[in-house]
């Protein structure tokens, strides 16, 4: 019986290298794997663009306090979800694991048991550390997309719902059938009710209303994809 083996000097690239210069960082276990699990469908495996199969970091400080945006897109749509951290700083322009190697966190963490992790970050590596487990991830090479230019500061037509109102209202869009692979609704405020219609069908019209808290200025018409929708709020 023979089993094939590697040389323990094929994993001599992958080691942490503490000799240079480290930023670390102290997450919460719960927030982290709801991080992930969040972005997950916006950070598909499948893409062919490199730095959209990833999850980008980017540090922050917001008054005082510091943040970590975790950033994910799949060209077509932009998640963004932040994380109070105790830190120091990581490097101004960001680091962006790949995906894979964010599935791999995910089990992790589904198996320890400490409450918190260690993020040791130099330039071209990121070792996580809990339970006495250490995971050294490589980094991606390249450049994000400059999220922050897509995501409007000074909105003022805002509203708020319940989440599982908006969801049933999405599971009756999909009824109807789609044009190309596509789901339009079209998003309409009135008052204290938001209109929804799935705008583009031949076949079948389904409308259906949902009660908004308010803060618009005007009121909002707007076409969008029933489908990202989804994926925002499931």
Not at 101 to 109: C, S
Not at 204 to 219: H, N, R, V
Not at 227 to 232: F, L, N
């Amino acid at each position: 019986f023979e089993l094939p083996i590697l040389n323990a000097s094929y994993y001599s690239g992958i080691e942490y290298d503490t000799t240079t210069e480290t930023v670390n960082c102290f997450l919460r276990v719960d927030s982290l794997k709801e991080v992930l699990r969040d972005l997950s469908a916006f950070a598909p495996s499948n893409l062919n663009f490199n730095t959209f199969n990833s999850i980008f970091i980017k540090a922050k400080n917001v008054a005082g306090e510091d943040e970590l945006d975790f950033v994910a897109t799949n060209g077509k749509s932009i998640a963004v979800s932040t994380l109070d951290v105790s830190m120091s700083s990581l490097p101004e322009a960001g680091i962006i694991i790949p995906k894979k190697a964010t599935v791999e966190i995910e089990k992790l963490l589904d198996t320890i048991t400490d409450e918190e992790v260690t993020f040791q970050v130099n330039d071209t590596k990121i070792k996580i550390t809990c339970d006495e487990i250490e995971l050294t991830i490589k980094l991606m090479n390249g450049t994000y997309p400059d999220y922050q230019s897509l995501i409007p500061n000074d909105n003022s037509n805002l509203f708020k719902l319940q989440k599982n109102d908006l969801v049933d209202t999405m599971n009756k869009m999909f009824i109807a059938d789609s044009v190309e692979g596509i789901t339009p609704v079209r998003f309409r405020t009135d008052g204290d009710k938001l209109l929804i219609n799935n705008s583009e069908s031949k076949t079948s019209k389904i409308f259906d209303e949902i009660d908004i808290a308010s803060e618009l200025k005007e009121e909002v018409s707007n076409n969008y994809n029933a489908g990202y929708i989804s994926d925002a709020i499931r």
